[in-house]
């Protein structure tokens, strides 16, 4: 009974300890150090053999004991010999070629495919698949880029992906338009322990998709590029949405939370051109912009809460046009306010 307790204890440990420490050690120690532990791994499965109750006692029987104690004697230098000449002679030029996991690279790569899962109405569902190397990630956040949408989505929690393993994080559906060029870059964030110091990383992959890819399948990027940062923060978003609204003519689509921070969400943004308004308070969305004659046209749009919680907006806007909808509902409320008077530059007489 003893024995059963023994050998099951000695399978949990094994199952549940030793594969984590195995793959620790791995990815973050020395090459030398791991073909040291192997080498003494394989002693021990040697000794394991040699020493088993079967074989030690015939080798240490009287008749032939001292033939048997050479025989072993010879039996551990050979082993230790043999396994150290394949350790750090057969297979130890790959020190220097190949870089050990999280000591000798700089940097930690992550592949990503695009999979469109179906097209309803306007709207297009996808997500992307994204796969780990062989170093364990963490912190994943995604942003997507197109003609019209630029934003983060952040997660409430951050993701992590073991090696080797598989994410499927679903876009937002307003990211790609169905019946146009759609050209899609996905940013993604993450972290990993490099040298022992956790860094930031940033895979872009490319998606340039005509409108007759937009049908249920996976595609592969057309390019990808590596390179060192941390995701936009909000206040750095907010920036990016405030130079954009200085342009001449553009559009844009994101969504906007119904309570930020335990607070119902109350944010503006203004120039000398356009004005933006997002009131949660009084369930009421408000987008202004300036002529070319100088007049001013302001459309505002209610809305009604739901379940997410969340409500996507559309701008557009050019010399002589402006557009605003609500989760998909053209805002209908519209004020053309005459041009403000110039100042009179004529001199008075004196």
Known sequence: MRQIFLAIAAYVVLQLF?????????????????KIIVCVAALVCIGFVVFADPVYARLTHPGTYRLSSTAII??????????AWWQFVVSGDDLTEIPNEGTLREKAYITAKLQIDSIEKNDCKFRVQIKSQDLP?????????????????????????????????????????????????????FDSMIKGIVRHFIATHSFPLSKDDLKPQVIDPESTSYSEGKA????????????????VEDSSVFPVEEVFEGKPTIWAMKNDQRFFAFNAEYKRVVFSSKMLDGTQVVMGQPYYPNKRGIHIIKLGWGPNSIFLSVDGVPATDREVMPPSPTPSKEVSPR
């Open 18 to 34: 030793v594969p984590h420490l195995w793959e620790r050690i791995v990815s973050e120690a020395p090459p030398v150090a791991v």
């Open 74 to 83: 010879v039996m551990l230098l050979a082993a230790i010999t043999g396994t």
């Open 137 to 189: 990630v963490e912190n994943v956040q995604i942003r997507f880029d197109t003609d019209h949408y630029h934003k983060v989505e952040y997660e409430r929690m951050g993701r992590m992906i073991a090696p080797w393993d598989t994410l499927s994080l679903v876009g937002s559906p307003m990211v790609l338009e169905p019946g146009r060029d759609n050209n899609l870059t996905v940013r993604i964030y």
């Open 232 to 247: 936009p923060t909000y206040e750095e978003q907010e920036l990016e949405f405030k130079n954009a609204l200085l342009k």
